[in-house]
């Protein structure tokens, strides 16, 4: 995975999606601690005060939590990084849907043809 | 001791004129410690001139400029790294040798920091300055200025004459140098290149900031990239 932005978006909400989907899909793993902000920043080449506001963001969703002295850690409550999950899959899904509309699909079709590539593939 | 500003710079109804030129008009601006702020603007929008009042090379028509609370002055210098957009070292010199005389001369700096970071750049400390390329010694100069512990950083147009490369380990550099008791001021046109590190940004025009911001709120409430605002804000 790398740090990718489009710089028509705010950063900071880019920090967010990229720091949750590298948390639901165990590249940061559950109960794992972070690299420091500093060294998260230099890796994603952004700003320190916006990858900041990122993490503080996560902290206030539970995703996140600071312990005083020894670091930032992923939350190692299974059910939230699942809901994260789901609730990231719903934008896709969402997205996809969107799109399907827009050539004229209901959502039923849509889904239809998602089925058939499923079936496509084995 | 003076009485405890809040910002490490502040301007109030800064003007400059060279003759009958206005290069600042009644700037106001304060910029408070712990930011990496973008100075964007044309060329002659009073970039140059804001960052040579801020290191007290020149003084004001009228107004004020504070550094850290305090008009510009041997105080101030210790606290400010200055890297001018000319070449000010001495040609005869090799790498080594400046790096040597800098750390005598500034108490701030970091002389291990600066040799770690010529290797890294692979310019070769035993080469004359005059054997070296244009970008080479931007490196070089830019190097000298990052490795001060100084509380405001002003860079006039760091990456200008370097490859890209070069300009992604300096952005870095930058960020890894990154205090939250200093603020960097880097004045460039190559915005796309610095947009993902700035987290503040003053746009000039003619000696007067037009627009100022948070780089992410001005995204937010334009949608576009600050590169596209550039370009519609400065449009010939």
């Known amino acids: 995975m790398s740090w990718q932005f489009d710089s028509e978006r705010p950063i900071y909400t880019q920090l967010v999606e990229e720091l949750a989907l590298r948390m639901v899909t165990g590249c940061y793993g559950p109960g794992s601690r972070l690299p420091s902000v500093r060294e998260l920043a230099a890796e994603a080449r952004v700003n320190p005060n916006t990858m900041q506001r990122a993490m503080a963001e996560l902290e ?4 996140l939590r600071t312990e005083r002295t020894s670091g930032r850690f992923v939350t190692d409550d299974l059910e939230l990084l699942e809901n994260e999950k789901r609730r990231l899959a719903r934008v896709h899904v969402d997205n996809f849907l969107s799109r399907m509309a827009e050539l004229g699909f209901t959502t039923e079709q849509a889904l239809e043809l998602a089925a058939d590539k499923g079936v496509d593939n084995q | ?75 101030s210098r210790s606290k400010v790294a200055y890297l001018p957009d000319t070449s000010y070292l001495n040609d005869n010199m090799r790498v080594s040798d400046i790096v040597e005389m800098y750390a005598d001369f500034y108490a701030d700096f970091d002389r291990e920091a600066a040799f770690s970071l010529i290797r890294d750049l692979k310019v070769d400390e035993k080469a004359r300055l005059s054997t070296l390329s244009k970008g080479t010694r931007e490196k070089v100069q830019l190097v000298l200025v990052m490795s001060r512990r100084a509380k405001l950083y002003l860079l006039d147009e760091p990456i200008g004459g370097v490859d890209p490369a070069a300009r992604e380990y300096i952005i870095n550099t930058i960020i890894g140098n990154y205090h939250p008791e200093s603020t960097v001021l880097i004045s460039t046109h190559l915005i796309y290149d610095v947009e993902p590190v700035l987290d503040h940004v003053l746009f000039l025009k003619e000696g007067r900031i037009v627009m100022e911001g948070g780089v992410d709120e001005l995204r937010e409430q334009s949608g576009k990239s600050l590169d596209a605002l550039f370009r519609e804000v400065f449009r010939c």
């Open chain 1, 60 to 63: 206030g969703r539970g995703l």
């Open chain 2, 1 to 75: 001791m003076s009485e405890h500003s809040p910002y490490l710079l502040e301007a109030r109804s800064l003007t400059r004129s060279f003759g009958r030129n206005v290069a600042l008009s009644g700037l106001d601006l304060r910029l408070a410690p712990g930011h990496i702020v973008g100075l964007l603007g044309p060329n002659g929008s009073g970039k140059t001139t804001l960052m040579k009042l801020a290191c007290g090379l020149i003084k004001p028509t009228a107004g004020e400029i504070l550094i850290d609370g305090e008009k510009p002055g041997p105080e």
